[in-house]
């Protein structure tokens, strides 16, 4: 890693749009890398950003070649969060900038409904710090993994500024208790004491923070992916639900499951004793 960019030995940039805020990479079959290109800014979250973030996860979330999406980041930041730099220049806006905050706000909380909604799993690869919606981006992917010195922290308490959308997030991952220290105290928390929380699932070593997130996305993309995204979609709206219709939910997937092929082929393999081959249906 140099200048706090993650580096892959065969990772090579698609083209993208002049002014992209995003590179798009395809190191391996079947896995995509959105690292977020913003080092000056931190990778801060400008309107720009989120809208561009937001059309990527809908177009991996369509290309049948991709089975899983790593989340990474170039420069010293992972993200920090919304852009205030461009949030205070619209206070001279004629209504106060009440526009532009609603505009931010709602394209933040679409970001974050479609990386749910992909049906391709999405993995964090925090190579140092997370705040704010940067804590929140990290908080919606399915899977993060951290380096040891990279930190979270929810600060908006501390500028008068609740972290009031990245606590929706948060408090979907972490404890209650958990959450409303990290809202209210608005401080640093290590990545040990992150995963303790529930946060990330790994700790690493910072040179290794993106070869681990792909081992992750290697391990999903040998499933079968029609397997995979349905049970992410049924993970994130059984958990919401009462006990009862979770388990009436989920009993239904379930059924409908069964009489997937790759369900045939799979419970097949293994009475079989030998590999399954996805037809992905």
Sequence with gaps: ?????????DRVPEERPHGSSVLLERPEEGICVLRLDRPAARNSLSLNLLVELTGLFEELGRDP???????????????????LKEMTSRRGDADGGKAFYVETMTACSQLMQTMVACPKPIIAAVHA??????????????????????????????IGLF????????????SRKRAMEMLLLGELISAEKAAEY??????????????????FARRIAAKSSVTVAIGKEAFYRQ????????YDYAAAVMVENMLDQDAK???????????P?????
């Design 198 to 215: 529930g946060l990330v699932n790994r700790v690493v070593p910072v040179d290794d923070v993106l070869e681990a997130a792909l081992e």
């Design 265 to 275: 082929e799979g419970i097949g393999a293994f009475l079989e004793k030998r590999k």
């Design 129 to 158: 710090m997370a705040t704010a919606a940067g804590c929140q981006l990290v908080a919606t992917c399915d899977l993060a993994v951290a380096a040891q010195s990279a930190k979270f922290c929810t600060p908006g308490v501390n």
């Design 65 to 83: 070649s991709v089975r899983a999406i790593v989340l990474a980041a170039n420069g010293p930041a992972f993200c920090a969060g919304h852009d």
């Design 163 to 174: 972290c009031s959308t990245p606590m929706v997030a948060l408090s979907r991952n972490v």
């Design 239 to 246: 958990v919401e639900q009462p006990l009862a219709e979770a």
């Design 277 to 281: 081959e996805w037809k992905d249906s």
């Design 1 to 9: 890693m140099q200048d706090g960019t993650l580096t892959t030995s």
